[in-house]
């Protein structure tokens, strides 16, 4: 759970002027590898036409590595890292990324812990400073750590009254049974109430070490420096973590549905199947397929089946989601109690459809040019790229898949998308978490 502080309203928004002033040209990515001389690997993107320098970090393992008992521990130690490092409190080290409009935070996940990076290039002596405070010697003083402590709670106060909130929880248990992914990376109500501040400690010890470390950086700086600042900002970090890996699994494929009653007027849904990893030989093939079945928003065949003829549900959708041990298709919707089983039925049969006929050769060209198309607006920033370098490296692809990878979209065949959904999609196999009071089921 990214836990944001009020005072950074001001930051964002002066480095949301400074996109609008000082646009990243989009495309114009040369990808670079950067070994530091004590051997820490980062890509870089150089961009010296603005001031501005975006870093991205993950470490692997997060919420997964959660023991059980204490779940939620990544996600409040990531809300941590930046209240307070160092000789800072956390009123001191707040106030110099303000004071310098910095961004610096944290977030976990349960692939991993990711820190952001955000400054000024003439400020780049103390961003990174202080982000090497932040992984190298956080404090987890007591205020702080009581004040998160009650925003997490707060928010998954929230959560447990939110039916979308709910049924993906339930759902994911339901997926992965005994396995760690079957818990939410925020934790439980339960759980946070419970860490003290040596587990916080002993999370930092284990976890950010380097190497579970995986670094993405764009803009305002030279391959010679980054490798300098690379050893000064986590060259003191431990050489490996004493964690065991997350272990791989197959998420369940039985189906079946699960109502949690909700005095609701409306039903909220989550459904889904197994899915696959991102190198996998089908996935650009079933990326396609899920654009054309429920991932293009209007143009998809859920949205037109179940919102444009019907008027059943204002949104339906469905979404690969390649997880480093796992893989999943998930969708959702929400529609009157009434009707959910007419929506659900249609679900089924576009998911059926799909799988027995395929698409057409102008849903599938439409497809690829509008995915094709789109991709430059994920190059529209600095910390846009420094995310994808990022997540290229996690999912293994080669650091030339910004070059290839239009090109593999433009490959995938009306075949190989028929192929994909005939191994993915089984309509009486979804897996229905249903919050409400759905009739006629």
């Known amino acids: 759970m990214a ?3 009020s005072l950074r309203s001001r930051t964002l928004g002066l480095f949301a002027a400074l996109t609008v002033l000082l646009p990243l040209p989009a495309l114009a990515v040369t990808v670079e590898k950067v070994v530091s001389p004590g051997g820490i690997v980062a890509w870089l993107v150089q961009d010296h036409s603005n001031p501005i320098i975006s870093l991205e970090v993950t470490f692997r393992g997060g919420a997964a590595l959660d023991p059980a008992a204490k779940s939620g521990l990544a996600a409040m130690a990531a809300g941590l890292l930046d209240e307070g490092a160092g000789p800072y409190d956390s009123q001191a080290f707040q106030g110099k990324l303000e004071d310098l409009v910095i961004t610096l935070g944290f977030d976990a996940g349960r692939d991993g812990l990711r820190g952001h990076l955000k400054t000024l290039s003439e400020n780049r002596d103390t961003a990174f400073d202080l982000f090497r405070l932040a992984v190298t010697q956080p404090r987890f003083d007591k205020e702080p750590v009581e004040r998160i402590r009650g925003q997490i709670l707060s928010g998954l106060m929230r959560e447990a009254q939110d039916p979308n909130s709910q049924a993906s929880r339930a759902w994911f248990e339901a997926m992965f049974p005994g396995h760690p992914y079957a818990r939410s990376a925020h934790g439980s109500v339960e759980t946070v109430r419970t860490i003290q501040v040596g587990d916080l400690r002993a999370f930092a010890k284990s976890h950010l070490a ?22 000064a900002t986590f060259g003191a970090l431990p050489a490996k973590s004493p964690l065991p890996p997350v272990p791989d699994v197959a998420a369940r494929a039985g189906g079946g549905l699960r109502v949690i009653d909700k005095d609701n007027p409306q039903t909220t849904a989550i459904f889904g199947l ?11 093939a079933a990326y396609v397929m899920n654009y054309i079945l429920g991932g293009g928003g209007f143009s998809s065949r859920l949205t037109e089946e179940v919102r444009e003829k019907r008027g059943l549900a204002y949104s339906v959708y469905s979404y690969l989601v390649p997880m480093e041990h796992s893989g999943l298709m998930i969708g959702g919707v929400a529609t009157e109690n009434g009707r959910f089983a007419e929506s659900i039925r249609l679900i089924r049969e576009e998911f059926r459809r799909m799988r027995d006929e395929g698409p057409s050769e102008q849903e599938l060209t439409d497809a690829k040019t509008y995915l094709n198309g789109s991709f430059p607006l994920q190059l529209d920033s600095t910390a846009g790229i420094a995310g994808l370098l990022l997540q290229i490296q ?8 910004l070059d290839r990878r239009n090109a593999l979209i433009s490959a995938v065949t009306l075949d190989a998308v028929r192929q994909a959904a005939r191994r993915l999609l089984d309509p ?14």
């Open 3 to 5: 836990v944001l502080r």
């Open 210 to 231: 380097l190497d579970r470390l995986v670094v993405g950086v764009v803009g305002d700086i030279t391959p010679d420096e980054l490798a300098r600042r690379l050893d």
């Open 274 to 284: 197994p899915g696959i990893g991102r190198r996998d030989p089908d996935w650009y």
């Open 394 to 401: 996690i999912d293994d692809l080669g650091i030339d898949f």
């Open 428 to 441: 009486d196999a979804l897996t229905i978490v249903a919050v409400g009071r759905p009739a006629g089921m």
